[in-house]
Nanobody
Framework: QVQLVESGGGLVQTGGSLRLSCAASGRTFGKSGMGWFRQAPGKERELLVRMTATGVNSWKADTADSVKGRFIASADNTKSTIYLQMNGLKPEDTAVYYC????????????????WGQGTQVTVSS
């Protein structure tokens, strides 16, 4: 079983920054993919970043065009934690943000993940 715990959400003004954290436990961190999604009220869940471990403490991040250049994903294997640095926040970034993980051992579709965190609310005021 995998547990994912997000933190770092909150209320911020337009143009501000937040850093989300996702601590993973119950698995060998860095062996399978992880990612960040968000879901705004009345909208479908949106994949923001898909992260793939490429080596020791090395990750590849594929970032959605909608947030590329503003959102930066990173990971710290020593802490079994991934991060999402969000800069230049806009009111349309208001959503619940979710951390996700794959258990590995099979082929995945681009949006398929096995585990989800509880979500953290990000609200951007205008």
């Amino acid at each position: 079983q995998v547990q994912l715990v997000e933190s770092g959400g909150g209320l911020v003004q337009t143009g501000g920054s937040l850093r989300l954290s996702c601590a993973a436990s119950g698995r060998t961190f860095g062996k399978s993919g992880m990612g960040w999604f968000r879901q705004a009220p009345g909208k479908e869940r949106e994949l923001l970043v898909r992260m793939t471990a490429t080596g020791v403490n090395s990750w590849k991040a594929d970032t959605a065009d909608s947030v590329k250049g503003r959102f930066i994903a990173s990971a710290d294997n020593t802490k079994s934690t991934i991060y999402l640095q969000m800069n230049g926040l806009k009111p349309e970034d208001t959503a619940v943000y979710y951390c996700t993980a794959r258990s590995g051992g099979r082929n995945y579709g681009p949006y398929e993940f096995d585990y989800w965190g509880q979500g953290t609310q990000v609200t951007v005021s205008s």
